[in-house]
């Protein structure tokens, strides 16, 4: 009923105002870029207002909202991936201090875009797994592959410091 | 995970919450989101118009009604017909305004004529009964939410008509509008058909022969019609084979799915707002061909 609609006008509304930064830390993590990162929360945040009619269940507005962020994600990768290979653009990974976290920050950054995701949105942004699934628009079973999968990436490189950690003990 | 792994997961959520957007950003995206919802105020404007020229014509033919039926009596001599049966009235029921408020409701009633009696004029005086009370019950619904938003600070404006879809012989079917605008445009149809034979109301799987997959040859048409429609005009989109949002696609009409019977006797399926497309599409209708249905009619 109309009065649901209003309501859920605002809700999408106010989601958007608190978990921008939350959306523009995911687009940066994809597209490494702040002009980049700041376009697809705008477009996204454009999106989800003009078509915030089409969500059906106001209970997933949450999810709903990030699912719209990172279908905007992946548009921007594929028209870059074309780009990019025309211009040479390198990845530019800005890591300043963390020296030790640089191969964990490749591996993640060298996973498939969608075990990126789903480990980013499960230990990084607290989201539970069929939200996931949600936002990704894949199946419960998928998700948790994905997230096996990259976990057992990131625990290969976890192994190699923890163990670089201890030679230099020895030393 | 062991205490290393949580510890270096640590370290690269640290990293990974790093950026942050600037103010600059922050104050294009709070435009971009105004003119997402004035783009939105637009659409439901547009629609406000179509809203009243709706309900501009069905004040024509509830006018026109009384003529067309009594010479469809005459035409028809002393055969018992209970296409005479059945009149629609309307009444104007909850009426408002002040500056930022705006209520038109006026509601059909379904009227029988009284002094006849047999079997299926009993039906048909208690299926007008039936129709009646949810048309009230719709009515009273929405008239609520309105009184209920009149303290709030935005604009609201509903309209509630009728439409007297007059075609068959056979049915007649009753269209009840209600239409809403505020910071967005929503328009709701309800359909209420009635077998004039047997003064029966009549859903959708009556019309076609018992064992008879009606539902998926129908919505098979309509995701065909879909299709064509979506390749001959841009500007027209239906929520199928999308793959962004598999979940929203349409799949198949359900038994509570509206229709109406069409003066060429053709099954026309209505979908409301949002049903099967994206909001700004409005209410859609999609007129299932004779020949696909045929064999399966009774």
New interface residues.
């Given amino acids: 009923m109309f009065r649901r609609k209003k309501k859920q006008d605002e809700i999408i509304e106010q989601i958007i105002l608190k978990k921008y930064n939350s959306y523009y830390r995911m687009a940066m993590s994809f597209v490494h870029n702040e002009a980049d990162a700041a376009d697809i929360v705008q477009e996204g945040a454009y999106n989800a207002i003009k078509n915030s009619d089409s969500l059906k269940h106001i209970e997933f507005a949450e999810t709903w909202v990030y699912r719209i962020m990172m279908n905007e994600i992946y548009k921007r990768l594929n028209t870059k991936k074309v780009k990019s290979i025309d211009d040479g653009d390198f990845i530019d990974l800005q890591v300043e201090d963390k020296y030790e976290n640089i191969d964990l920050m490749i591996a993640l950054d060298s996973m498939p875009d969608n075990d990126k995701a789903v480990i980013q949105l499960k230990y990084f942004e607290d989201l539970k797994l069929d939200e996931i699934a949600y936002i990704l628009g894949e199946n419960l079973s998928t998700v948790k592959s994905r997230l096996y999968r990259g976990l057992k990436k990131l625990r290969c490189k976890m192994d190699d410091l923890n163990m670089k950690g201890g030679e230099r003990h020895v030393k | 995970?062991s205490n290393?792994?949580d510890k270096?997961?640590k370290?690269?959520?640290?990293?990974?919450?790093?950026?942050?957007?600037?103010d600059k950003?922050?104050f294009?995206?709070?435009q971009?989101?105004e003119?997402?919802?004035e783009?939105?105020r637009s659409m439901s404007k547009k629609k406000l118009f179509k809203g009243l020229a709706i309900a501009a014509a069905a004040v024509l033919t509830i006018l026109i009604l009384p003529n067309i039926s009594s010479e469809v009596a005459q035409a028809m001599g002393n055969i018992p017909v209970l296409g005479g049966f059945f009149k629609v009235i309307t009444i104007r029921d909850y009426q408002y305004e002040d500056e930022r408020n705006v209520a038109d409701v006026v509601l059909p009633e379904i009227k029988t004529k009284e002094g006849t009696d047999n079997s299926v004029t009993d039906t048909g005086k208690k299926t007008a009964d039936e129709i009646n009370a949810k048309i009230r019950e719709i009515a009273n619904?929405?008239v609520e939410?309105f009184k209920?938003?009149l303290e709030g600070e935005?604009y609201?404006n509903?309209t509630i008509n009728s439409e007297v879809i007059n075609s068959t012989e056979d049915y007649f079917t009753l269209k009840l509008i209600c239409f809403?605008s505020?910071?967005?445009g929503?328009e709701e149809n309800h359909f209420y058909t009635i077998n004039l034979n047997t003064g029966e109301k009549v859903e959708l799987a009556d019309l076609f022969k018992e064992g008879n997959d009606y539902k998926r040859i129908i919505s098979e048409n309509i995701k065909k019609q879909m299709r064509e429609q979506m390749a001959a005009d841009e500007g027209i989109l239906y929520w199928i084979d999308n793959e962004?949002?598999?979940?929203?696609n349409f799949k198949e009409i359900s038994d509570d799915t509206s229709f109406y019977i069409n003066e060429n006797g053709e099954v026309v399926i209505c979908f409301n707002?949002?049903d099967v497309a994206?909001?700004s599409m409005g209410t859609v209708e999609f007129t299932i061909p004779m020949d696909v249905v045929a064999n399966i009619l009774k």
Avoid: F, H, T
């Avoid at chain 2, 370290?11 to 600037?22: A, G, I, R, W």
């Fill in positions: 995970m290393n792994d270096n997961l370290l690269l959520k640290e990293q990974y919450e790093k950026p942050v957007m600037s950003a922050v294009e995206m709070k971009r989101m003119q997402g919802k783009e939105k619904k929405w939410e209920s938003n935005g609201q509903i809403w505020g910071g967005s929503y962004e949002y598999p979940e929203w707002e949002g994206p909001a």
